[in-house]
RNA sequence: GGGCGGGUGGCGGAAUUGGUAUACGCGCAUGCCUUAGGAGCAUGUUCCGAAAGGAUUGAGAGUUCGAGUCUCUCCCCGCCCACCA
C-alpha cells in the first residue's frame, strides 16, 4: 500500500489554495468592494447532543468574523513549537467557520521594533532591519509550513514605514486629547554602558550585557496617561468573554482599592505657653530642622519659647498678625539667642491678653499669624489656636510654616478605621518633602539611607527575607484624629510609586508597620478589637487538643489585620471597623482633614525608549513653542539610518547623534527645532495592529471607518496568557481613546477584543518550561519535516485542554501520524464504497460524531475532537468491522478532519473524485432525531455498585427494565426479599437499594 | 502574603456536568510480519488476586439511592502578582 507521503501532499495543497485565494477575507463595503454577498451560508445552530444550546461564536451575530492571533515577535530562534499552538487553535476555528458559511479575516503579520533584534544587530554589526527581515522571512517559511488559512494579503509589519506612519499618527492623537506628557521619572540605568535599560534587560539586579550593577536615575520621559482611563478599563472586563484568571490579572493590576487619603500636617506642632515666672508649663517639641524653639522673653506678659529661622538674628523683631484683617497686634523683639540658637523675644502687647478669659477670646485669637520680621522682610508666618487644656492656657501653632512652605503630607490608608493606631508617619525614600522636613541632626542619616535605597534593586527591595530598614527624620507629625504626636520615618517598604508615597503606620494591625515598629522600638496602639469567634461545633474544639484555646491566644496576638470593633478610638469607639471607616471619612471630610479615595496600583505608561530600533515619536523641541507636534502630513517620521546603533552615553538614544536628522524647522513657524529622539516601546506597534489589518494598504486613514464597522471588534482573539497585563492592557486603552477620539465608529464599541482564549504553555518533555539554559527546547522544523504539518498540528491539539499547560512528548506525535496514516490507508484499501443503508447504525455514527466534534470546536475541546476522530475511525476497524466504509460517511469524516489535518483531508477529498476544494465545502449538519439511539444499554446497580447491564430499546419503562434486570443472573443473586426503594434513571440506569 | 488553576493508571489525559471511572493516545507485554528501522499488524494492559471477588479519582468527613463531579476540614503541586498601605 501506498505509504501517505506528507511531504509532497502539503505541499500541493498549500499551492493549490493560494493560487484559489481560498483565504481571503472578503470586504463587504460599498466603496471597495467588488465581491457583494456570500453565499447564505448554512451555519448550523449547533450544540452539544447532550448540553445546553451554545451562543453563536460571533458576538455581532453578522456574517463576517474576525479570528485573530497574537502576532509573533519573530526572534532569531525561529518559531517555538508553542506559537503553532495558538494558530492551530485559531486555524482550525476559521476553517470551520469558513464551512460554515462565514466571512472570514485571519491573518497574520509581526512585531518587529524591538530590543533583541537590536541586541543582535550590534552583535552582528548589520543593521537592525536587516537581523529583522531575516528573521521574520524564517518565521513566515515556518508558519507557511503548517498550513494556516491566512488572509497574507493583509500582512503587517510594525516596522514598515507605512505602518508605523499610523503608529506615529495615533500617538499624535493621543498627544492631542492630552493623554501624552513630559515627566522625569527614575529608569534603570547602567552606569557601564552608559545607557537606561528596560526591565526585562535587568537580570538580578545587573545588566543584562556587561553584569555592571544597575541604578536607578531620572530621565526626562513620556508618558502615556493610562490612569485616566483605569475605571474604564476595569468596569469593562465585565462585558467581556475572557477566560477569567486573565480579568482578574487586569483587575489585579489596575489594583483599585478603596479608603481614606488622610492629611497629616508635618512641621504642624503644638506649642505651650511658659508661665509667669518663665517656668515652662510642658514640653515643647521640635518639629522641623529650620523651626528651632525660641524664648520669647522679657514680656510683661508672658515668656514664649518660639522658633528660630537661621537667618533671624538678636535684634530682629516679631510681629503678630491678624490673618483675616492683616492688622499687627502685637511685637517683638530678639532680645537673645540661646544655645541652639534660642532666642528671646519680648512681647509688646497690642490690646490683647491671651491668657485672660481664654474661652471667651478664643474665637478672636484664632487665626492670628505670626511674623517674624527681619530686617523688615517677613520671614516666617505661622498661625495658633489658643487652648485651655488642663486650666493653663496654651498656643498650639497650627502650621508652623509658611504658606508657601506649608508641609501636608496625605496618606492613603484602606483602613481609615484604624486611624487613632497611627503612632508613625513613614514615607518613601524618594519623597520630595524628605530634605525638607529632616533635622540638622538626623540630615546624615536619612542622606546615607536615601544613598543606600537607590542603588538597590526593586529585588532586593521587596525580597521577603529582607528586615525591615528605616531611618527617623527628626520631624513629627500631627495625628489629625486625636492630635497626637507622631514621629516622621523615611523607610523603603513604602513605595513612592504606590498611593501618596507615604503611609500612617498603624503597627497594631498591619503586619508591615509592626514588624518595623518591633525592630525599630515604636509605639504599638491596639485600636481594632478581634470579633471573638465562637466555634462551629464547641464539642469539636474542646476535644481538639489546643484548638479554641490556639485560636484564641492568636486573636489576641498583637497584630490583628482583620476586621473587629474600634476601642481606644475617642468617640468611634465601639463601631465595627466597617462601620468606622465610613465614620472616620465622614468626620475628616467635615474637619477637611481628609476625604474618602480612590488608589490604583496602575501607573501611566512610560512610553520612551532610549533605543534605536522602534517608532521615533512624531515630536519637535522647539525654543519658542515647547514641544510642537509633526504635522500629519508629514507623517511618517522616519527612522534614519545611523552608524552606529550602540547608546550614545549620554543617556539619549542613539537618534540624538544624528545632529542633521536632530537639526529641524518648527512646524509652527521658522525658528530652529530639534526633534524628539526617544523612539516608542515595543507595545506600540502591537496596541492597533488589529486595525490595520482590516486595511493594511489605505494611505489616508489607518482603516476605513466602513471596513472597521464590517469586521470590529474581533470575535476571537487567541495568544499566550503573558500578554495579560502589558499588551491587553495597552491594546484596550489606545482602542478606548482611538474610540473617544472618534477614529473608530461608535458601532464599534470601546473594546477591541470580544472573546479571548489563552493556549497553554507548553513544558519540554521533562515537564520543566522549555528553556535554551535548560536544553529542553523542541524545535518543530525536523518534526514537520518528518511527521508532517498535519501531524504536528493534530498532536499540539491533542497533548492536553488547549488553556492548561502541558508536557511536549514526541512519542505523542508518533501516535497522531499513525492514526493519519490509517485514515491513508482506508482510503486507498477500495473498503470506502456508496452505500444505501437507511436504517444503517452509521448514519447515526456521523451525526453523533459531527454534534461531538462541532461542539468541542466551539468550546476549544480540540483534543477530545482528536480523540474523537480517533474513535470515529477505530469503529471502521473494529473486529465487527464492516467490510466496506460508507463513502458518505467517510467523506463527513474528512470534512470534519479537514480544520485539523486539512492537507491530508484535502488530498483524499480530491482523491475520492471531487474536482472542488474540501476547504470551500460545507460543515456537515446533524439531526438530533438521528442521534438518539434505538436501543440503550442500562446499567443495573444494588446499593450503588454495578452488578450488570442490561440492553433495552431507548425510552423503555421502568417496569420494563426492572424485569429484564431481575432476570440477569449476577443481579437476583444481589437481590434477597423486597428492595427499599428502586431508581430509575431513563436510558441511563437502575438501582436497587436493599 | 494575595490572586488564579490543579491533584484520576507507568505517562499525556477522558468522563454526557450528580448516573456503568480510567475513553483516546503514548508506553509496556506477548505474538505475527519484515532486506531490525524510532516501520506495520493482532491481542492485552487501573491496582491486588490463579480465580471468584475486592479496592480505587491527594487525605478525612458530610449531603445523596448514587459523588472524580456538590459542601466542609486538611495536605500537596503549578502559574502569576507581590512590603500595593
Known amino acids: 500500500m501506498e505509504k501517505y507521503n506528507h511531504r509532497a501532499v502539503e505541499a500541493k495543497w498549500q499551492q493549490r489554495w493560494e493560487e484559489a485565494g481560498v483565504f481571503a477575507a472578503k470586504d463587504l463595503t460599498p466603496a471597495r468592494s467588488a465581491v457583494r454577498s456570500m453565499a447564505g451560508g448554512s451555519a448550523s445552530s449547533s450544540s452539544h447532543p447532550l448540553s445546553a444550546s451554545r451562543s453563536s461564536p460571533s458576538g455581532r451575530g453578522s456574517n463576517s468574523v474576525y479570528v485573530l492571533d497574537m502576532f509573533p515577535y519573530p526572534s532569531s530562534d525561529g518559531l517555538h513549537v508553542g506559537h503553532p499552538e495558538g494558530y492551530t487553535a485559531s486555524d482550525i476555528v476559521a476553517r470551520y467557520m469558513r464551512m460554515n458559511g462565514k466571512n472570514v479575516l485571519h491573518p497574520m503579520g509581526w512585531d518587529a521594533f524591538g530590543l533583541p533584534a537590536e541586541n543582535a544587530a550590534i552583535k552582528k554589526g548589520v543593521h537592525p532591519r536587516i537581523v529583522t527581515e531575516q528573521n521574520?522571512?524564517?518565521?513566515?517559511?515556518?508558519?507557511?509550513?503548517?498550513?494556516?488559512?491566512?488572509?497574507?494579503?493583509?500582512?503587517?509589519?510594525?516596522?514598515?514605514?507605512?505602518?508605523?506612519?499610523?503608529?506615529?499618527?495615533?500617538?499624535?492623537?493621543?498627544?492631542?486629547?492630552?493623554?501624552?506628557?513630559?515627566?522625569?521619572?527614575?529608569?534603570?540605568?547602567?552606569?557601564?554602558?552608559?545607557?537606561?535599560?528596560?526591565?526585562?534587560?535587568?537580570?538580578?539586579?545587573?545588566?543584562?550585557?556587561?553584569?555592571?550593577?544597575?541604578?536607578?536615575?531620572?530621565?526626562?520621559?513620556?508618558?502615556?496617561?493610562?490612569?485616566?482611563?483605569?475605571?474604564?478599563?476595569?468596569?469593562?472586563?465585565?462585558?467581556?468573554?475572557?477566560?477569567?484568571?486573565?480579568?482578574?490579572?487586569?483587575?489585579?493590576?489596575?489594583?483599585?482599592?478603596?479608603?481614606?487619603?488622610?492629611?497629616?500636617?508635618?512641621?504642624?506642632?503644638?506649642?505651650?505657653?511658659?508661665?509667669?515666672?518663665?517656668?515652662?508649663?510642658?514640653?515643647?517639641?521640635?518639629?522641623?530642622?529650620?523651626?528651632?524653639?525660641?524664648?520669647?522673653?522679657?514680656?510683661?506678659?508672658?515668656?514664649?519659647?518660639?522658633?528660630?529661622?537661621?537667618?533671624?538674628?538678636?535684634?530682629?523683631?516679631?510681629?503678630?498678625?491678624?490673618?483675616?484683617?492683616?492688622?499687627?497686634?502685637?511685637?517683638?523683639?530678639?532680645?537673645?539667642?540661646?544655645?541652639?540658637?534660642?532666642?528671646?523675644?519680648?512681647?509688646?502687647?497690642?490690646?490683647?491678653?491671651?491668657?485672660?478669659?481664654?474661652?471667651?477670646?478664643?474665637?478672636?485669637?484664632?487665626?492670628?499669624?505670626?511674623?517674624?520680621?527681619?530686617?523688615?522682610?517677613?520671614?516666617?508666618?505661622?498661625?495658633?489656636?489658643?487652648?485651655?487644656?488642663?486650666?493653663?492656657?496654651?498656643?498650639?501653632?497650627?502650621?508652623?510654616?509658611?504658606?508657601?512652605?506649608?508641609?501636608?503630607?496625605?496618606?492613603?490608608?484602606?483602613?481609615?478605621?484604624?486611624?487613632?493606631?497611627?503612632?508613625?508617619?513613614?514615607?518613601?525614600?524618594?519623597?520630595?518633602?524628605?530634605?525638607?522636613?529632616?533635622?540638622?541632626?538626623?540630615?546624615?542619616?536619612?542622606?546615607?539611607?536615601?544613598?543606600?535605597?537607590?542603588?538597590?534593586?526593586?529585588?532586593?527591595?521587596?525580597?521577603?527575607?529582607?528586615?525591615?530598614?528605616?531611618?527617623?527624620?527628626?520631624?513629627?507629625?500631627?495625628?489629625?484624629?486625636?492630635?497626637?504626636?507622631?514621629?516622621?520615618?523615611?523607610?523603603?517598604?513604602?513605595?513612592?510609586?504606590?498611593?501618596?508615597?507615604?503611609?500612617?503606620?498603624?503597627?497594631?494591625?498591619?503586619?508591615?508597620?509592626?514588624?518595623?515598629?518591633?525592630?525599630?522600638?515604636?509605639?504599638?496602639?491596639?485600636?481594632?478589637?478581634?470579633?471573638?469567634?465562637?466555634?462551629?461545633?464547641?464539642?469539636?474544639?474542646?476535644?481538639?487538643?489546643?484548638?479554641?484555646?490556639?485560636?484564641?491566644?492568636?486573636?489576641?496576638?498583637?497584630?490583628?489585620?482583620?476586621?473587629?470593633?474600634?476601642?481606644?478610638?475617642?468617640?468611634?469607639?465601639?463601631?465595627?471597623?466597617?462601620?468606622?471607616?465610613?465614620?472616620?471619612?465622614?468626620?475628616?471630610?467635615?474637619?477637611?482633614?481628609?476625604?474618602?479615595?480612590?488608589?490604583?496600583?496602575?501607573?501611566?505608561?512610560?512610553?520612551?525608549?532610549?533605543?534605536?530600533?522602534?517608532?521615533?515619536?512624531?515630536?519637535?523641541h522647539c525654543p519658542n513653542h515647547g514641544v510642537v507636534p509633526v504635522p500629519e502630513d508629514q507623517l511618517p517620521v522616519l527612522l534614519p539610518d545611523v552608524e552606529k546603533y550602540e547608546p550614545t552615553g549620554t543617556g539619549k538614544s542613539p537618534l540624538a547623534g544624528m545632529k542633521e536628522w536632530v537639526q529641524t524647522q518648527c512646524p509652527l513657524g521658522d525658528g530652529p527645532a530639534e526633534r524628539e529622539t526617544n523612539t516608542m516601546p515595543q507595545w506600540a506597534g502591537s496596541c492597533w495592529y488589529y486595525l490595520r489589518y482590516l486595511d493594511p494598504k489605505n494611505e489616508q486613514a489607518l482603516a476605513d471607518p466602513e471596513t472597521m464597522k464590517q469586521w470590529l471588534p474581533v470575535d476571537v482573539y487567541v495568544g499566550g496568557a503573558e500578554h495579560a497585563v502589558l499588551h491587553l492592557l495597552y491594546s484596550r486603552f489606545w482602542h478606548m481613546a482611538l474610540y473617544d477620539a472618534g477614529v473608530l465608529p461608535k458601532d464599534v464599541g470601546d473594546e477591541p477584543f470580544i472573546k479571548l482564549k489563552n493556549q497553554g504553555l507548553i513544558l519540554g518533555p521533562d515537564g520543566e518550561k522549555m528553556s535554551k539554559s535548560r536544553g529542553n527546547v523542541i524545535n518543530p522544523d525536523p518534526l514537520i519535516a518528518k511527521f508532517g504539518a498535519d501531524s504536528f498540528r493534530m498532536y499540539e491539539m491533542f497533548m492536553g485542554p488547549f488553556e492548561d499547560a502541558k508536557p511536549w512528548s514526541t512519542n505523542g506525535i508518533v501516535g497522531v501520524r499513525r492514526f493519519l496514516q490509517r485514515i491513508w490507508n482506508i482510503a486507498h484499501s477500495g473498503r470506502v464504497q456508496k452505500t444505501t443503508l437507511i436504517e444503517d447504525p452509521n448514519l447515526r455514527r456521523r451525526h453523533i460524531y459531527t454534534a461531538s466534534i462541532e461542539y468541542g470546536i466551539d468550546s476549544f475541546k480540540f483534543n477530545t475532537c482528536v480523540s474523537e476522530l480517533m474513535k470515529w475511525s477505530n469503529s471502521w476497524d473494529e473486529p465487527t468491522k464492516d467490510a466496506y466504509v460508507d463513502k458518505d460517511e467517510f467523506e463527513v469524516f474528512l470534512k470534519l478532519l479537514s480544520p485539523f489535518a486539512p492537507h491530508i483531508s484535502e488530498e483524499l477529498w480530491s482523491k475520492l473524485g471531487h474536482g472542488t476544494l474540501l476547504v470551500q465545502e460545507e460543515w456537515p449538519i446533524f439531526n438530533r432525531d438521528l442521534i438518539r439511539p434505538s436501543e440503550v444499554r442500562i446499567a443495573i446497580q444494588v446499593n450503588g455498585k454495578l452488578r450488570g447491564t442490561v440492553t433495552m430499546p431507548s425510552g423503555s419503562a421502568k417496569h420494563d427494565v426492572e424485569a429484564a434486570a431481575k432476570a440477569e443472573p449476577n443481579v437476583a443473586k444481589y437481590l434477597n426479599g423486597k428492595p427499599k426503594k428502586v431508581v430509575y434513571i431513563k436510558d441511563r440506569l437502575l438501582n436497587y437499594v436493599v
Open 136 to 620: 521574520v522571512n524564517n518565521f513566515k517559511r515556518q508558519i507557511k509550513s503548517l498550513g494556516f488559512s491566512y488572509d497574507w494579503s493583509r500582512e503587517v509589519n510594525t516596522t514598515d514605514p507605512r505602518y508605523y506612519k499610523w503608529t506615529q499618527w495615533i500617538f499624535l492623537q493621543l498627544f492631542k486629547m492630552g493623554l501624552a506628557y513630559e515627566a522625569e521619572v527614575p529608569i534603570w540605568w547602567c552606569p557601564k554602558d552608559k545607557t537606561g535599560l528596560a526591565n526585562e534587560e535587568v537580570v538580578n539586579g545587573c545588566c543584562e550585557r556587561c553584569g555592571t550593577k544597575v541604578e536607578r536615575k531620572k530621565l526626562r520621559q513620556w508618558l502615556l496617561r493610562i490612569t485616566k482611563y483605569a475605571d474604564r478599563l476595569l468596569a469593562g472586563l465585565e462585558k467581556l468573554d475572557w477566560p477569567e484568571s486573565i480579568k482578574a490579572l487586569q483587575r489585579n493590576w489596575i489594583g483599585k482599592s478603596e479608603g481614606a487619603e488622610v492629611v497629616f500636617e508635618v512641621g504642624s506642632m503644638e506649642y505651650e505657653v511658659w508661665g509667669k515666672g518663665g517656668e515652662r508649663v510642658a514640653d515643647t517639641m521640635q518639629f522641623v530642622p529650620e523651626l528651632v524653639p525660641l524664648v520669647l522673653n522679657g514680656s510683661k506678659f508672658k515668656t514664649y519659647r518660639f522658633f528660630e529661622p537661621k537667618n533671624v538674628r538678636k535684634g530682629d523683631s516679631v510681629e503678630f498678625i491678624n490673618a483675616s484683617t492683616k492688622e499687627s497686634f502685637a511685637m517683638a523683639r530678639i532680645t537673645k539667642v540661646e544655645k541652639r540658637n534660642f532666642i528671646d523675644i519680648p512681647l509688646h502687647d497690642k490690646g490683647h491678653e491671651p491668657d485672660v478669659s481664654i474661652e471667651a477670646r478664643r474665637k478672636r485669637y484664632e487665626g492670628y499669624y505670626k511674623k517674624i520680621v527681619n530686617n523688615d522682610t517677613p520671614v516666617w508666618i505661622y498661625s495658633f489656636i489658643l487652648e485651655k487644656t488642663k486650666g493653663k492656657a496654651r498656643f498650639r501653632i497650627k502650621s508652623g510654616m509658611t504658606d508657601k512652605k506649608k508641609h501636608s503630607v496625605p496618606v492613603f490608608t484602606t483602613r481609615p478605621d484604624t486611624l487613632f493606631g497611627a503612632t508613625y508617619l513613614v514615607l518613601s525614600p524618594e519623597h520630595p518633602l524628605v530634605d525638607m522636613i529632616t533635622s540638622e541632626k538626623q540630615k546624615k542619616a536619612v542622606e546615607k539611607y536615601k544613598k543606600d535605597v537607590a542603588s538597590k534593586t526593586d529585588l532586593e527591595r521587596t525580597s521577603l527575607e529582607k528586615e525591615k530598614t528605616g531611618v527617623f527624620t527628626g520631624a513629627y507629625a500631627v495625628n489629625p484624629v486625636n492630635n497626637e504626636k507622631i514621629p516622621v520615618w523615611i523607610a523603603d517598604y513604602v513605595l513612592m510609586s504606590y498611593g501618596t508615597g507615604a503611609i500612617m503606620a498603624v503597627p497594631a494591625h498591619d503586619e508591615r508597620d509592626y514588624e518595623f515598629a518591633k525592630k525599630f522600638k515604636l509605639p504599638i496602639l491596639k485600636v481594632i478589637k478581634p470579633p471573638s469567634v465562637m466555634p462551629k461545633n464547641p464539642v469539636e474544639t474542646i476535644i481538639s487538643p489546643g484548638g479554641w484555646g490556639h485560636l484564641g491566644s492568636e486573636l489576641e496576638s498583637d497584630c490583628w489585620t482583620g476586621e473587629g470593633t474600634m476601642v481606644n478610638s475617642g468617640k468611634f469607639d465601639g463601631l465595627l471597623s466597617e462601620k468606622g471607616r465610613k465614620k472616620i471619612i465622614e468626620w475628616l471630610e467635615h474637619e477637611g482633614k481628609g476625604r474618602f479615595a480612590v488608589n490604583y496600583k496602575l501607573r501611566d505608561w512610560v512610553f520612551s525608549r532610549q533605543r534605536y530600533w522602534g517608532e521615533p515619536i512624531p515630536l519637535v
